[in-house]
């Protein structure tokens, strides 16, 4: 990680700046394995670009570097500030200077918008508690996300046009709700996954599959309405009920879901958010220091590089 300037003012509080960046760390790991998680249907994954076309790997990595300081950022605001209006107008101005970072190192493409709303809440609430549980984390997330941000920008976002059109909340109202498709359904099902034995990528997918089949992705929404979300939920839920990442019918559905995306130009991307979310929860849970490595021989599969 790049040095932490934007935080160098907290240096005489050594032990809270060491837990900041170690929350910071995770957190980019956890984006980093969700983009180099492959084969992800019309996601950015180690095969190319998905149904993007101002996306790439080295841009989704360039992008988690860039943002990872701010999370150290936030978590510091939280572990020297009650859980208030005070902390939640610091951590919405640390978001935008992250949102800043992201474009500049992006040149304007955006990777991770929804996942600064995200980890930067689930950060917070994890720098202020020793209870790493991750309802915990989630429920304490959730009440930060539900205090008002009283200086949000009057912008017209993707997500109010789909909410307007569809009364889909997104990433802000799965915050609202404590991150319900991470801790009831992402969480639960990668470790169920490693429970029967399943390679560490597969897990992942099926993860991955479990929430695109229930959540209104306003990704999905904007780029292809009503249609297109069904179309989502209906095929990650089929390849999961074939057998799923791992096995030769699920893996053969997945690719050929990942085709029709393609040619749709359907990008799950709050789903990949809270992959990410999923990811970072798990290992902080489990009191890892570092997101696991998925080691599975993707070239020999999938032709990955």
């Known amino acids: 990680m790049k040095h932490l300037s934007a935080i160098s003012k907290y240096a005489q509080a050594p032990e809270a700046l060491i837990h900041a960046e170690q929350l910071a760390r995770l957190a980019g790991q956890a984006l980093v394995a969700e983009a180099?998680?492959?084969?992800?249907p019309g996601l950015v994954d180690r095969r190319g670009s998905g149904s993007h076309t101002d996306l790439s790997l080295h841009l989704m990595r360039?992008?988690?570097e860039a943002i990872a300081p701010y999370f150290?950022?936030?978590a510091l605001a939280a572990a020297t500030t009650p859980m208030d209006q005070t902390l939640r107008a610091a951590v919405a101005a640390i978001g935008r200077k992250a949102e800043a970072a992201m474009l500049r190192a992006t040149s304007g493409s955006n990777t991770h918008k929804g996942a600064i709303w995200v980890l930067g809440l689930l950060t917070c609430a994890a720098s202020q508690t020793a209870d790493l549980r991750s309802e915990n984390i989630a429920r304490s997330a959730g009440y930060l996300a539900r205090l008002p941000d009283r200086a949000l920008p009057r912008i017209v976002s993707h997500g109010e046009l789909v909410h307007s059109r569809y009364g889909v909340t997104g990433a802000r109202g799965e915050a609202f709700a404590n991150f319900p498709h991470v801790i009831n359904i992402g969480l639960p099902a990668l470790r169920e996954a490693r429970r029967?034995?399943?390679?560490?990528?597969?897990?992942?997918l099926i993860a991955l599959l479990e929430i695109m089949s229930r959540l209104d992705d306003t990704c999905v929404l904007y780029?292809?309405?009503r249609e297109a979300q069904e179309?989502?939920?209906?095929g990650s839920m089929q390849v999961l009920e074939v057998g799923g990442p791992g096995t030769p019918e699920g893996d053969a559905a997945l690719l050929s879901l990942d085709d029709e995306f393609v040619r749709r130009r359907i990008s799950p991307g709050g789903s990949a958010d809270l992959l990410a979310?999923?990811?970072f929860l798990d290992a902080l849970e489990h009191g890892q220091n570092e997101v696991a490595q998925d080691n599975s021989h993707l070239e020999e599969v999938y032709g990955a590089n």
Request: aromatic letters at 4%; glycine letters at 10%; proline letters at 3%.
């Open 36 to 40: 180099e998680l492959t084969p992800k």
């Open 62 to 64: 360039r992008s988690a």
């Open 72 to 74: 150290a950022e936030m």
């Open 196 to 204: 029967e034995g399943r390679m560490e990528r597969d897990s992942r």
């Open 223 to 225: 780029r292809g309405g």
């Open 231 to 234: 179309f989502v939920h209906k």
């Open 277 to 279: 979310a999923t990811l």
